[in-house]
Structure formats: C-alpha cells, structure tokens
T-cell receptor
Framework: DTAVSQTPKYLVTQMGNDKSIKCEQN?????MYWYKQDSKKFLKIMFS???????INETVPNRFSPKSPDKAHLNLHINSLELGDSAVYFC?????????FGSGTRLTVV | DAKTTQPPSMDCAEGRAANLPCNHS???????VYWYRQIHSQGPQYIIH???NNETNEMASLIITEDRKSSTLILPHATLRDTAVYYC????????????FGGGTRLMVKP
C-alpha cells in the first residue's frame, strides 16, 4: 500500500480554471503538508496542517487553499490558475521526526 | 530560507564511498540534522537524522562535528541508483515542523 498517495499524477489545464489535487496518507500521521517544486527544482513549503491548525507560508497566494476533510486527507484547491502555477506539487505527512512524501502531481497550466 | 550550505554537485565512482558535506553553522540546540534525497522527479526520501551523536542505518551514516556546525552524510558503497539530489536540513524536533529545503547536492554516481 502506498503510504502517501496523490491524485492525479499529471494535470494539464488552461489558465483561469479551478482545479484540485487530492492527497491521502495511511500512516496515521498527525500532520500533513503541501510543497511546490518549480522548474528550478527548489522545494518550497506551502502549507502545514495539524489537528485543524493551518500554518500558511506567507508567500503562497490566497488562490491556493488546503482542505482537510479528516486527518488522513489534505487536498489542495487552486482557483484561477496562472501560468506560474505550473510545477510539481508534493504532499507529505509526518509524525514526530518521520516525514513521508508522495510521488508528486505535475501541474501544467497552458 | 534554508539554514544549510551544500556543494551544488559531486561525483562518485560506483562502489566507492560518497561523502556529502553540509554546513549548518547557525544550528540551534534543539535542531536536528536531517538528510533526504530526491531521485529524478520522485518525492523526497528520508535517509537519516541526528542531533549530536553519529548515526548509522541501513542506508547511510551521519557524522556530526562536535560543535554541530557541520555534518557529513556517508554512503558507504555508492551504486548507480544512489544518483540523486541530497538535501541537508536542520529543523526542530517538534510535531508539525515544516522542512525547509535548500538547493541540495546533486550526486552523480559513475560506473
């Protein structure tokens, strides 16, 4: 079983659309995250979500919103997609010192 | 901003030990040193972590200097599958702490 799974793996969409990326973890971890890796390959934290407490990286536009229906899920919703949103998005979860990442969602905005 | 400094790239011969250095001169007393790697475009993979003592697991060894201002990740017998970007990260050991990635070291293992 995949520990942290993301869907879809690839997403191509037009500018201005709204899209969601789903993430599920079966590790029983308390905290989940979203990271963005741009074309320059830098991994940047976007959000951390722990027990209904959301910590947002201040540089993330408010078009991005995480939604957590339960502890095992943290979905990423993006409104009004822009060309600059094209990147690989990684979901992760952690418990104490152990972090596990998903395999990523490659988002291409055209 | 990342609190670590790593060389952008390194080469290693297959079967030899790969020693990846990391400087973290501003590390705080409650911060651990973590190492992750990213193979091609996969998600980052945990390798090892430590506070002040040297650590070893099935993947690698971590050597932390006594003043904790630098560390070295050692892959004892590098294989072609170890080619990846290796990230050294310092982070407090509190639940929910976000990992801040720097540029990492691109390790190329050559036959």
């Amino acid at each position: 079983d995949t520990a942290v799974s993301q869907t879809p793996k690839y997403l191509v969409t037009q500018m201005g659309n709204d899209k969601s990326i789903k993430c599920e973890q079966n590790l029983g971890h308390d905290t989940m995250y979203w990271y963005k890796q741009d074309s320059k390959k830098f991994l940047k934290i976007m959000f951390s979500y722990n027990n209904k407490e959301l910590i947002i990286n201040e540089t993330v536009p408010n078009r991005f919103s995480p939604k957590s229906p339960d502890k095992a899920h943290l979905n990423l919703h993006i409104n009004s997609l822009e060309l600059g949103d094209s990147a690989v998005y990684f979901c992760a979860s952690s418990q104490e010192k152990s972090y596990t990442f998903g395999s990523g969602t490659r988002l291409t905005v055209v | 901003d990342a609190k670590t400094t790593q060389p952008p790239s390194m080469d290693c011969a297959e079967g030899r030990a790969a020693n990846l250095p990391c400087n973290h001169s501003t590390i705080s007393g409650n911060e651990y040193v973590y190492w992750y790697r990213q193979i091609h475009s996969q998600g980052p993979q945990y390798i090892i972590h430590g506070l002040k003592n040297n650590e070893t697991n099935e993947m690698a060894s971590l050597i932390i200097t006594e003043d904790r201002k630098s560390s070295t990740l050692i892959l004892p017998h590098a294989t072609l599958r170890d080619t990846a970007v290796y990230y050294c990260i310092v982070s407090p050991n509190n639940a929910g702490n976000m990992l801040t990635f720097g540029g990492g070291t691109r390790l190329m293992v050559k036959p």
